[in-house]
């Protein structure tokens, strides 16, 4: 009777597991397992692709980190983003936030190209993203989580959406906060996801405004530390250079680690919004010791804060479609 029981017991544990992996939708379930059978190989080509291209260039990873973040928060993760212009398509690749910056679509083509080539019209581009993204973080030394699976994509773009909905470099701590929780993420979401900036570039033009004083209160921005800011002015100047790149965490900026936070605790984020989180909150400065003293509290949270800002409003069931060609809907 007392094996019987256990018996019982252990499945009852295993009915549960997939609950516990999966995350309710406004019309379905995302799960892990969702292409275990339609497609068993799809997460292998998706990180075979993914470390071809970030061994080609490894600034890859956070520009494909970056696209995924990108897509969630507008209309929610539908690779939106994805779409040219055509029909009475604009794509959000001409928004201000996405513009001469957005990159790796080429990259999601490829893949997009390989999982078509095993299983024909059965994997989004949306999961592509989503699993894409992970892979990133892994190639570049980064946490790995299970991708909860099952998104499909959508038939439209918002330009508008783009334009308002992604946090600026340059908005303020309260309005970069409200657009997360707009999403339904938090604080804590907030400052963990900004640690993706430990790899990848910024442009010249994004944070240009910090080291000449363009914000017109006449002062210098002491958040930013002036030696740093000094460097930063030689390959960034008053006007022109808009294009140059510069490394958003210059201690080790293709490794994936908490290096980022501790460069805010010198006053040395590259970004308004790096720096915003030691400066003006105090539950977010909190956060930033917290994850610049312990690498491992900040992976963790990293990878629940991904699976979060993944589950933003996803198409399922019968939304939506999966696209043949990540470019354009279907029929086009």
């Given at each position: 009777m007392a094996r019987f029981m256990s018996f019982l017991l252990a499945l009852s544990l295993l009915a549960f597991v997939p609950l516990c992996l999966s995350h309710k939708t406004n019309g379905g379930y995302l799960y892990p397992q969702f292409y275990d059978h339609s497609c068993p190989k799809a997460q292998q080509i998706v990180k075979s692709v993914m470390a071809k291209a970030v061994a080609r260039e490894v600034r890859m990873a956070a520009s494909i980190m970056r696209l995924h973040f990108h897509d969630c928060f507008v209309k929610g993760c539908d690779a939106s983003?994805?779409?040219?212009?055509?029909?009475?398509?604009?794509?959000?690749?001409?928004?201000?936030?996405?513009?001469?910056?957005?990159?790796?679509?080429?990259?999601?083509?490829?893949?997009?190209?390989?999982v078509e080539k095993e299983c024909p019209h059965t994997v989004?581009?949306?999961?592509?993203?989503?699993?894409?993204?992970?892979?990133?973080?892994?190639?570049?030394?980064?946490?790995?989580?299970?991708?909860?699976?099952g998104r499909r994509?959508?038939?439209?773009?918002?330009?508008?959406?783009?334009?308002?909905?992604?946090?600026?470099?340059?908005?303020?701590?309260?309005?970069?906060?409200?657009?997360?929780k707009l999403h339904g993420l938090n604080i804590v979401d907030l400052v963990a996801l900004s640690g993706s900036h430990t790899i990848?570039?910024?442009?010249?033009?994004?944070?240009?405004?910090?080291?000449?004083?363009?914000?017109?209160?006449?002062?210098?921005?002491?958040?930013?530390?002036?030696?740093?800011?000094?460097?930063?002015?030689?390959?960034?100047?008053?006007?022109?250079?808009?294009?140059?790149?510069?490394?958003?965490?210059?201690?080790?900026?293709?490794?994936?680690?908490?290096?980022y936070f501790k460069n805010i605790l010198a006053s040395k984020g590259l970004l308004s919004s790096d720096q915003l989180l030691f400066t003006k909150n105090q539950a977010s400065m909190d956060l930033v010791k917290q994850y610049a003293a312990n690498n491992k509290i900040f992976f963790e949270q990293f990878a629940q804060s991904m699976i979060k800002m993944a589950n933003i409003s996803p198409l399922t069931g019968s939304r939506g479609e999966i696209r043949k060609n990540c470019r354009r809907v279907n029929g086009h």
């Open positions: 983003i994805l779409l040219d212009s055509s029909g009475g398509i604009i794509s959000e690749k001409n928004s201000v936030p996405n513009r001469n910056s957005a990159r790796g679509f080429e990259v999601i083509d490829d893949i997009k190209s390989a989004s581009c949306s999961d592509i993203l989503a699993i894409a993204a992970r892979d990133s973080s892994v190639l570049t030394g980064g946490p790995s989580w299970e991708v909860p699976l994509d959508s038939r439209g773009a918002s330009l508008s959406g783009s334009n308002n909905n992604i946090p600026a470099p340059n908005n303020t701590f309260q309005t970069i906060l409200t657009k997360f990848g570039n910024s442009r010249c033009t994004s944070f240009r405004q910090r080291l000449y004083n363009q914000s017109g209160n006449g002062r210098p921005d002491y958040s930013l530390d002036q030696s740093y800011a000094a460097q930063l002015r030689t390959r960034c100047p008053r006007s022109g250079g808009d294009q140059n790149l510069f490394f958003l965490d210059f201690v080790s900026p293709t490794k994936f680690d908490n290096s």
